[in-house]
């Protein structure tokens, strides 16, 4: 079965452009045409956006996604590369959530907060002094 642009990108969430820029970087490697030179994706070009989409989300520039590509390609080889790629990738994610968690916990307070100040109907009276900062 083949998928045009615009399937892929409801089924994905992606917008066509992005799918497009995608695949005219090198990213989708073997994406398909018709007579009248539209895209056709199957199921392993769609996997192969799913790797590309998951690593610029978390991250990733697009030239060491298409280097990781390239290597997959490469085969068996490269097996070790690709790991270690991978590894760094898991980890700079692993800090990346560990960031937001901590973002989170100040967004959970000012929101438990507010909460409060709205039940007990009071006024807001809590000043960080890191923003205290004069108008002019």
Request: hydrophobic share 35%; charged share 25%; proline share 4%.
């Amino acid at each position: 079965m083949t998928y045009s642009v615009q399937e892929v990108a409801h089924k994905m969430g992606l917008t066509p452009y992005t799918i497009r820029y995608y695949d005219d970087n090198g990213l989708i490697p073997f994406v398909k045409r018709d007579q009248n030179n539209n895209r056709l994706f199957d199921d392993v070009d769609i996997e192969w956006l799913q790797i590309v989409v998951c690593l610029r989300e978390t991250g990733m520039p697009l030239k060491n996604i298409r280097h990781y590509l390239e290597l997959v390609q490469e085969g068996e080889q490269t097996v070790s590369e690709r790991y270690q790629i991978m590894l760094r990738q898991q980890q700079d994610t692993l800090a990346e959530i560990s960031e937001l968690k901590q973002h989170l916990a100040t967004i959970n307070r000012k929101v438990n907060h507010y909460a409060e100040i709205m039940q007990k109907k009071q006024p807001d009276s809590y000043e960080p002094s890191n923003i205290a900062v004069k108008s002019k």
